[in-house]
């Protein structure tokens, strides 16, 4: 078990990470590519990105086992991380100290490559292959649901949001899901090994994770700036119909995509609203509402999640910008 413990300087220092981290999303994507379980989840991802990806994963892997310690350099929490550019840049510029230490300590639980003793030296050949590799692995395995990874953790942040808003940062904590558990001033973390996290007024980022699994994650030394990574809810079918794939009507998913009440739909969920919210606000029947949203999260406008027994729907960043264009009217 993972126990932070909190001061009420740090209960005032709580924050929820701005969208998905390119790094910690690409070391626990390639962690879950080499596990069996979460097939429910992410199976159709595995078996569509297995036979697709090049050497890159080759060399990823052995530093991001599926269980157990991978080196906290790899998911660095400071530096600019906006990008993928920018979070391969900051990776490359780990100093040599944070290496060596790193890779010594994972080298204590398992036996590395013979090119980690020069990457552990801050080789910079090395460094840079490992730089290619990690933007290599992120163009074949993620970018092509990037749309989807993103509306995800913007849909669980609208949750947060929500918590916020009607229990403060304790409801925040609270209600974070039932692998994470608020006991005042302790934050009970389900976790394969035991931990201590003393925050001492530095606060917590909560870093919503759609890799993350099957249990939430935090870095391994407590001297860094602390952050706590959580998994998302998942779409059932996110993976379906993956980039690449033919299936069905050739004019694609916006071909139903008219009407005034499914427009009134799109714009009322740019900051979240749940069925029963939806019908009340626009004067229509659940079964429409659903029916809409079906089509709206079909064409990639519209993301759900379950939240406190109850689906939330939340305008994806595709849904956002087609308001955006919308409202500046046409051109010319």
Same mark, same amino acid.
């Given at each position: +078990?993972?126990? %932070?413990?909190? &001061?009420?300087?740090?209960?005032?220092?709580?924050?929820?990470? /701005?969208?998905?981290?390119?790094?910690?999303?690409?070391?626990?994507? %390639?962690?879950?590519?080499?596990?069996?379980?979460?097939? !429910?989840?992410?199976? $159709?991802?595995?078996?569509? /990105?297995?036979?697709?990806?090049?050497?890159?994963?080759?060399?990823?892997?052995?530093?991001?086992?599926?269980? =157990?310690?991978?080196?906290?350099?790899?998911? *660095?929490?400071?530096?600019?991380?906006?990008?993928?550019?920018?979070?391969?840049?900051?990776?490359?510029?780990? *100093?040599? *100290?944070?290496?060596?230490?790193?890779?010594?300590? +994972?080298?204590?639980?398992? @036996?590395?490559?013979?090119? /980690?003793?020069?990457?552990?030296?801050?080789?910079?050949?090395?460094?840079?292959?490992?730089?290619?590799?990690?933007?290599?692995?992120?163009?074949? $395995?993620?970018?092509?649901?990037?749309?989807?990874?993103?509306?995800?953790?913007?849909?669980?942040?609208?949750?947060?949001?929500?918590?916020?808003?009607?229990?403060? #940062?304790?409801?925040?904590?609270?209600?974070?899901?039932?692998?994470?558990?608020?006991? *005042?001033?302790?934050?009970? #973390?389900?976790?394969?090994?035991?931990? @201590?996290?003393?925050?001492?007024?530095?606060?917590?980022?909560?870093?919503?994770?759609?890799?993350?699994?099957?249990?939430?994650?935090?870095?391994?030394?407590?001297?860094?700036?602390?952050?706590?990574?959580?998994? %998302?809810?998942?779409?059932?079918?996110?993976?379906?119909?993956?980039?690449?794939?033919?299936?069905?009507?050739?004019?694609?998913?916006?071909?139903?995509?008219? =009407?005034?009440?499914?427009?009134?739909?799109?714009? &009322?969920?740019?900051?979240?609203?749940?069925?029963?919210?939806?019908?009340?606000?626009?004067?229509?029947?659940?079964?429409?509402?659903?029916?809409? %949203?079906?089509?709206?999260?079909? /064409?990639?406008?519209?993301?759900?999640?379950?939240?406190?027994? !109850?689906?939330?729907?939340?305008?994806?960043?595709?849904?956002? $910008?087609?308001?955006?264009?919308?409202?500046?009217?046409?051109?010319?």
């Amino acid at each position: +078990m993972l126990r %932070v413990h909190f &001061t009420s300087e740090d209960l005032a220092r709580v924050k929820v990470a /701005a969208g998905p981290d390119h790094l910690w999303e690409i070391a626990n994507s %390639v962690q879950t590519l080499q596990r069996r379980d979460g097939a !429910r989840v992410f199976g $159709a991802w595995r078996t569509w /990105a297995r036979p697709r990806l090049s050497d890159s994963c080759r060399l990823l892997s052995p530093l991001l086992p599926p269980h =157990g310690y991978s080196p906290d350099f790899l998911t *660095p929490t400071t530096g600019d991380r906006g990008t993928l550019r920018a979070a391969v840049d900051t990776l490359m510029s780990t *100093p040599q *100290p944070r290496l060596r230490a790193d890779l010594t300590r +994972m080298a204590a639980a398992r @036996e590395l490559p013979r090119w /980690a003793g020069a990457l552990a030296s801050g080789d910079t050949e090395v460094l840079r292959q490992l730089g290619r590799a990690v933007h290599t692995y992120h163009l074949e $395995a993620l970018a092509p649901f990037w749309h989807r990874i993103q509306a995800h953790v913007d849909a669980d942040r609208v949750v947060r949001l929500h918590a916020l808003l009607d229990g403060g #940062v304790e409801g925040l904590l609270a209600g974070l899901g039932p692998q994470i558990r608020w006991r *005042p001033p302790v934050l009970e #973390v389900d976790y394969p090994v035991d931990q @201590e996290l003393h925050l001492n007024g530095r606060g917590l980022t909560l870093q919503p994770s759609f890799f993350c699994w099957p249990t939430p994650f935090t870095l391994a030394d407590a001297e860094l700036p602390p952050v706590l990574g959580y998994p %998302v809810q998942h779409a059932p079918d996110w993976a379906r119909d993956a980039p690449g794939d033919r299936h069905g009507d050739e004019s694609g998913p916006l071909g139903p995509l008219l =009407g005034q009440t499914r427009a009134a739909v799109l714009r &009322t969920v740019r900051t979240g609203c749940s069925t029963v919210e939806l019908a009340r606000l626009l004067g229509v029947t659940h079964p429409a509402i659903s029916q809409h %949203v079906a089509v709206l999260r079909a /064409a990639g406008l519209v993301t759900t999640v379950r939240a406190g027994g !109850r689906s939330l729907h939340v305008a994806t960043e595709a849904g956002r $910008a087609l308001l955006l264009s919308c409202a500046r009217g046409p051109v010319g």
